[in-house]
C-alpha cells in the first residue's frame, strides 16, 4: 500500500513537469507575438497527411511544459481546427476504406493534441499519478509488461492490457467487447476504481483549471470541457498511433507477383523485354524488401500461419491481422472462476470464455499474451495453439490440434517478429503547466 500525501503529490507534479521539454521540438514561433490577442492566423498545413510519422503527435512546438501563450499562439492558427484526410501506412493501408470513427468524430491537428495531453496526464485520475500511458506505454508496446494493469495505489486488474495502437481499424473496444466505440472506451478507465480511480465529474472539473485545457476544449468542442469531449480528443490522438510497414508487409507484393507472374519469372531478361513495366515494379518490390528482409524461416512461418496447416487466419486475418470478433480457445477456462469473457457482456451462453483477437502487429513488442496475460512469450502461445488450446463445452471450432514440428514452431514465431514495423513517434511530455 502506497500512502501519497499531499506534499508527496506536489513533489511528484514538480519533479514530473521539471523533467519536460526532451528538447527535440523546434522552438516556439517567435513572431507569433499575436497569442495574447489570439489574432487569427493561418499557417497552411495540408488537410491530407499520412499516419505513422510524427507530424500530428510531436506536440505543440516549443519545450517544457506548454505554456498557455503557447496554447493560444497554436489554437489561433486556423490550418489547425481543419478536418484531416488520412492515409494508412503500407500494410494497414489494406484497411484504408474501413476506417472507423472519423465520421462522427473528425480528426483535427488540435484535437489530437489535445488527446495527446490527456493520454500522458496522470491529472485524470484520482491521485494525480496515472495515465493511460501508465498501463500502454509506447515504450513497452502500448501495453504494459505486467501481468495486469495496475492502477491507481497500485491496485491490480484481473485483464492483461490490451494494446492502444491501430484503433482506426477497431470498433467496439475491451477483451469483451462492452464499449462500442474508441471514445466510449476511452472514458471508462477514468472512473475506474482499480485504473485512475476518479470520477468523471472531478476530471471535468481538474481540467476545467488548467486553463491551457479549459481553453483547447472551448476553442475545438462547441461545448467546452465535458467528460464526452475528454474521450473524442483521447479517441482522435489514439487513432494516429498505427504501426508503419514491417518486413511481412514490404515482402507481400514480391510474393504475389511471384504467384501471378509463375516460371517466367526465371528468365527475367526475357520477360523484360515483353513487359518492362512489370519487371521494373517487381525489382522496385524486391529492392524495397531486401532492404526490410523476411527470413526464409518467417516466409516458412508465414505459410503456416495463412495455410492450411496453421490456420492462425481463420481469426487473425485483415490488413490489422484480426477479425475483430470473439472466440473461446480455453486460455484461464481450467481456473476455479473462469473469466466468462463476452458471455459477461452478452449474457450469451455460446459467448462463454470468448475474447476479442487481439492483432498480430508488433505483437513481438506486447508480451506477456492472452486477455489473463499468463501466456509469456510468443514461443509460449504457439504451443498452446499446437495442443489446441484447452478443451472445454465452449472452445472454439477452428481450435484443434496442430501437429507442428519444431522448425514449424521456431518459423511461426519468426513471421510473427517479421510483423513488427514503426510506431507513430510521440511527443510525452509536453502537458499543459
Ligand atoms: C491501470 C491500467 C490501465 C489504465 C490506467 C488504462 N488502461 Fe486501458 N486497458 C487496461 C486493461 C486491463 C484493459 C482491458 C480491460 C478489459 O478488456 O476488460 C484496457 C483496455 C483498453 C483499450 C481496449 C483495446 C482493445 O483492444 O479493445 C483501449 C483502447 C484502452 N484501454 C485505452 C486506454 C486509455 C485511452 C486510457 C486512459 C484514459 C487507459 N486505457 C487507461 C488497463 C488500463
Ligand atoms: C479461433 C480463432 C483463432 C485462431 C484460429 C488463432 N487465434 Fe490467436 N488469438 C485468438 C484470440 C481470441 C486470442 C485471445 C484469446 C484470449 O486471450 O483468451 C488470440 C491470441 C493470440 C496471441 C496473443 C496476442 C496478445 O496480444 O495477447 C497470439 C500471439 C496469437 N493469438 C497467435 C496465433 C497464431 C500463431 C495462430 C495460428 C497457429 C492463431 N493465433 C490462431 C484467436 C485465434
Redesign the pocket.
Known sequence: MRHLTIAHLTVVATVFLAGCGGGKNAPADSSSGSADTAASTDSKKSTKVTLGTDELTSGIPGSGPLKVTEVKAWLADDSNHRTLEVTLPLGLSAGQDSIKGLDENPLTRAKIELGRQ??FDGR??SDGT???????HPDEGYT?QTQ?????DD?E????????YN?IL?D????????AT?EE??????A?P???ANTHENAVKTLKEIEGYRLQFEKIFDDGVTIDN?GKA??AF?RTIVTGPSPFDYYEPVRQMRASIGEDLDDLEELKEEDPELVAKYEAALAESERHPMSESAIRGRELFFGNRGQCTACHVGPNLTDEKYHNLGVGMDAENPDHGRRKHTGKEEHTGA??T??IRNVALTAPYM?DGSQKTLEEVVEWYDRGGHPNDHLSKDIRKLDLSDQDKKDLVEFMKACTGEFTPVERERLPE
Not at 495486469?148 to 491507481?152: E, K, L, M, P, S
Not at 486488474?157 to 492502444?164: E, L, M, Q, T
Not at 472506451?185 to 477514468?190: E, K, N, S, T
Request: glycine share 8%; hydrophobic share 40%.
Open positions: 490527456l493520454y485524470l485520475s496515472i495515465s493511460c500511458a501508465d498501463c500502454h504494459r495486469f494493469g495496475i492502477g491507481v491496485q486488474g484481473d485483464r492483461n492490457s490490451p494494446v492502444s484503433r477497431s467496439a473496444q475491451f477483451w469483451d467487447g462492452r464499449a474508441l472506451q476511452a472514458v471508462g478507465p477514468i475506474n482499480i485504473e485512475m475528454v483521447i479517441a489514439e475474447f476479442k487481439p492483432t486477455h
